[in-house]
């Protein structure tokens, strides 16, 4: 079993919904990081948490640590979000989910 | 103010030759951490490093890799005698303290791409 599951893993969605993409962990953290991945592969952080919520933007990050559980959300999904959104978490060492897929058709 | 900087960006590279990779993290950084993104694969953590400390190596294979971050110039990730399975892309990440907690940032570089022959 992973460390970190992420669902799906693949999402195909029109550009304006809603969008939300899950991760589970195991181990225990001090932070969880949300990264989104383009092709050809640049890596961006998009938020460090380790409770509560964060928005930046058309995206939202929660995390709940008694149910080792986050989701990140995006606003009125854009085209150009398309990308593959990635879950990290842990202390020094982190732990990566294999990445949610997803395609915004226009 | 530059971001994580890593060179080259493409390496090719026989089996059997050594390869290495350079990250220079942001200005300010003292942290920087290095993964490995097989193909098809996500990604890996190998190591974590502070200036001239190797705080935790436990991703790293036993053998043939090494990572050092000196006292001075950019943290190096040196693979000896390449494998075809070697193959992948290396990512640096730096930040400035240790992650932890809500605050906190982690900047990336655009990756090394290995390609062993």
């Known amino acids: 079993k992973n460390e970190v599951e992420q669902s799906p893993q693949n999402l195909t969605a029109q550009e304006g919904e809603f969008i939300t993409i899950n991760c589970s962990y195991s181990v225990g953290i001090s932070a969880l990081h949300w990264l989104q991945q383009h092709p050809g592969g640049g890596i961006v952080s998009l938020f460090m948490l380790s409770s509560g919520k964060k928005k930046h933007g058309r995206l939202i990050a929660t995390i709940n640590i008694q149910e080792k559980h986050s989701s990140l959300h995006i606003t009125a999904s854009h085209p150009r979000d398309s990308a593959v959104y990635i879950c990290a978490v842990g202390r020094n060492q982190f732990y990566f989910g294999t990445g949610t897929s997803l395609t915004v058709i226009p | 103010n530059a971001g994580v900087m890593q060179n080259p960006r493409h390496l090719v590279r026989r089996r059997g030759q050594e390869a290495r990779l350079r990250c220079s993290p942001m200005k300010g950084h003292s942290h920087v951490y290095w993964y490995r993104q097989l193909p098809e694969e996500g990604l890996k953590f190998m190591v974590y490093?502070?200036?001239?400390?190797?705080?935790?190596e436990s991703g790293m294979p036993k053998e043939r890799f090494s990572a050092e971050f000196p006292k001075e110039g950019p943290s190096i990730l040196r693979i000896q005698q390449v494998v075809r399975g070697d193959s992948a892309a290396y990512f640096c990440?730096?930040?400035?303290?240790?992650?932890?907690?809500?605050?906190?940032?982690?900047?990336f570089g655009e990756g090394s791409r290995l390609t062993v022959l």
């Open positions: 990440a730096s930040s400035p303290r240790l992650l932890q907690g809500n605050t906190g940032e982690l900047f």
């Open positions: 490093l502070q200036k001239e400390n190797i705080i935790d």
